[in-house]
């Protein structure tokens, strides 16, 4: 049993947002973490000390764990944001302000 | 950043379907803050009463964490499918819709501000779909916080792989996203949320290896009279169980995952048995394969708000900080009630319990008159002390036991967001002598970072509480309840908003205006 079959979803036919180029299925509803996890991605940030990855934790907006780059924009919680027909989502590396200090 | 006070309410108007003439009501007589179970049923009962009420949430939806489920444009024809008990949800929210109530979704209150009695002005971010993100302002004549509780983490080693994912978060991704962790998850820490998040999860498709507890259960018989009285959380629990059940999934007790796997994301864990003091038992140690772990250890109540205005609180039978109300759930600051999680963890049914007796002692305020029979205000009374009783029982038998910090490397990262490891803490203490979370995190930046301490801060408060850096339950009880200014991020554009005189709203709420010490703890309710 998948959990959109659980609740009986039908939602509209999904779109596609991009990841680090990659093109993933979206259903509409989903956060960006959502769609994330259901294409199997649990990593979307680089620390800005150790260099680690991370993705969503709190799943709620609170530990800012899931901070991704939304269209150019850094530091967007990906659990909070729904995510929107083409969509271009990077990995945050750091604080997300590596590009504009170079 | 313009003042879009009016443009929000056409926004949260229209996203309901309905227009709202802007402004036309405020200041509100009530606006409550948290569309959970509480203030749900907060916001229908001062409604029905007459007031006029404002609810605001950061959500796009009612439904709080408990009630959280997938976006409309999902259309989800049996969202019930993941809820226990969802008709008393889907009552409040028709009472909402036929209630008059002017709904804010998607409103991040991050400071509310006393003007004057019987004034206050709530400051909130809002941020219309493809729209710029605008600052507002609600003005109200009395506020009821029910803003609910978060997850309290007790870190492990391997615990920011990813795949390690809060076991509320992972209950709030499948709730509202339709979405898993992985396959094989791993379900552990303590408290009765883990036994719904695996229920959850088996039921939408997810193998459970293992749902791992580190009190024992058998603690609740030794408080059988606040058991008894508890049908309802019994037939809860029983629902979850039979989840398990009909999965194999056995909970394991007195256990705990000490250490998580992997290298670029979880692969296993290990498990291993604790002694009643939670200290992880040597030679017990057994591994686990698994894709995900959901990891919690109960909640702590979301206070922020209120610790900003100087509210009184209260210790919590776990050693959480919860606000001290009076027995018609009013805090120490007259007009500002609070319902819910913010008072002590105790479940959806005390929560919308609470939050009606919250909104009839408002009403009552506001319109001089009584607004609800006796017999009904004394039964109401009643059933919300008998779940605090049982609630108070839950705390104590899952209150974590000292001896977790045992589990800690020095190398473990206690503070996520500025990656501090306990060694540094435990160094703070040892070699300069930091005695609580405030001057650990000074010392060594752990809850400086984005989340403001809220995922570390128990764990840093425990760490920092003893010399020898192996506390005490006790130690960690001892320190004062963390204070946020800012409740949540704001740019700095919308604050010298608030400062530049062209933009003065009716008060500014400059974070030095806030009161300069912590509240008093116990103060009588
Ligand atoms: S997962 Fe914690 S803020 Fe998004």
Redo the contacts between chains.
């Keep these: 049993?998948?959990?959109?079959d659980?609740?009986?979803?039908?939602?509209?036919p999904p779109f596609t947002i991009t990841f680090d180029g990659r093109r993933l299925d979206a259903?509409?509803?989903?956060?960006i973490?959502?769609v994330l996890?259901?294409a199997g991605i649990?990593?979307w940030r680089i620390?800005?000390?150790?260099g680690?990855?991370?993705?969503?934790?709190?799943?709620?907006?609170?530990?800012?764990?899931c901070?991704a780059t939304v269209n150019g924009r850094p530091n967007r919680r990906a659990?909070?944001v729904?995510a929107?027909p083409g969509d271009t989502v990077t990995t945050q590396e750091g604080n997300g302000h590596a590009g504009f200090d170079e | 950043m313009p003042d879009s006070t009016s443009d929000a309410h056409r926004t949260a108007g229209a996203s309901e379907g309905h227009e709202l003439p802007p402004d036309a009501r405020e200041p509100y007589d009530l606006a409550v803050i948290g569309a959970g179970p509480a203030g749900l049923a907060g916001a229908v009962t001062a409604a029905e009463h007459g007031l006029s009420v404002a609810l605001l949430d950061?959500a796009?939806q009612p439904g709080g964490?408990f009630y959280r489920h997938?976006?409309?444009?999902?259309?989800?024809?049996?969202?019930e499918?993941?809820h226990h008990d969802w008709p008393a949800f889907a009552d409040l929210r028709d009472r909402l819709k036929a209630g008059g109530v002017t709904c804010l979704f998607d409103h991040h209150v991050w400071t509310v501000a006393r003007e004057a009695e019987d004034d206050w002005t709530i400051h909130a971010l809002t941020e219309p779909?493809?729209d710029q993100q605008h600052s507002v302002r609600v003005r109200a004549r009395a506020i009821l916080l029910a803003t609910g509780s978060?997850?309290r983490q007790l870190p492990f080693p391997g615990w920011?792989l990813?795949?390690?994912?809060?076991a509320?978060?992972?209950?709030?991704?499948?709730k509202?996203?339709?979405?898993?962790?992985g396959r094989r998850v791993v379900v552990a820490g303590s408290g009765p949320l883990l036994l719904a998040v695996a229920g959850s999860l088996v039921?939408?498709?997810a193998e459970v290896p293992a749902l791992v507890e580190a009190s024992s259960y058998f603690r609740y018989t030794r408080h059988p009279r606040a058991l008894a009285a508890q049908p309802r959380k019994l037939t809860e629990g029983a629902h979850h169980a039979e989840a398990l059940l009909r999965h194999r999934v056995r909970p394991r007790t007195r256990h705990a995952v000490t250490e998580a796997h992997g290298t670029?994301?979880v692969e296993a864990v290990t498990v291993s048995r604790l002694d009643h003091e939670w200290h992880p038992i040597p030679g017990t140690e057994r591994r686990i394969d698994c894709d995900?772990l959901a990891v919690g250890h109960g909640l702590i109540p979301q206070i922020d708000l209120a610790t900003a205005l100087g509210c009184a609180t209260r210790r919590t039978a776990d050693g959480t900080h919860a606000l001290a109300l009076s027995p018609l759930q009013e805090t120490s600051l007259r007009g500002l009630w609070s319902a819910g999680e913010t008072s002590g963890v105790g479940g959806a049914q005390q929560a919308m319990a609470e939050g009606e007796l919250a909104a009839l002692a408002a009403a009552s305020r506001l319109t001089g008159r009584r607004p609800a029979p006796l017999p009904h205000l004394r039964s109401l009374r009643r059933s919300r002390d008998r779940m605090n009783a049982f609630a108070d029982a839950m705390a104590v038998t899952h209150a974590p036991g000292p001896g977790w910090t045992r589990w800690l490397t020095d190398e473990t990262?206690v503070c996520?967001?500025?990656?501090v490891p306990a060694g540094r803490v435990r160094e703070a203490v040892t070699e300069y002598g930091a005695r609580d979370a405030r001057s650990a995190k000074l010392l060594t930046r752990a809850g400086m970072?984005?989340?403001q301490g809220?995922?570390c801060g128990w764990a840093v408060s425990c760490l920092a509480s003893s010399p020898d850096t192996a506390p005490t339950h006790a130690g960690a009880q001892t320190s004062a309840p963390d204070r946020r200014p800012l409740a949540t991020p704001v740019p700095l554009g919308v604050l010298a908003d608030l400062t530049s005189p062209d933009r003065q709203p009716a008060s500014p709420p400059p974070a030095s205006d806030l009161p300069p010490h912590p509240p008093t703890e116990g103060q009588p309710s």
């Excluded at chain 1, 620390?47 to 150790?50: E, K, M, P, Q, S």
């Excluded at chain 2, 997938?70 to 969202?79: C, E, K, S, Y």
């Design positions: 049993m998948k959990p959109t659980l609740v009986g979803a039908t939602p509209g259903l509409p509803g989903q956060s973490a959502a996890w259901a649990l990593s620390t800005r000390g150790g680690r990855p991370r993705g969503a934790f709190c799943g709620i907006g609170q530990c800012h764990d901070l659990c909070l729904t929107r | 950061s796009r964490q997938p976006a409309p444009a999902t259309r989800a024809a049996r969202p499918a993941l779909p493809g978060y997850e920011t990813p795949g390690v994912v809060g509320g978060g992972a209950q709030a991704m499948l509202s996203g339709l979405v898993l962790p039921t939408a498709g670029d994301r995900a990262d996520r967001c500025e990656e970072g984005w989340c809220r995922v």
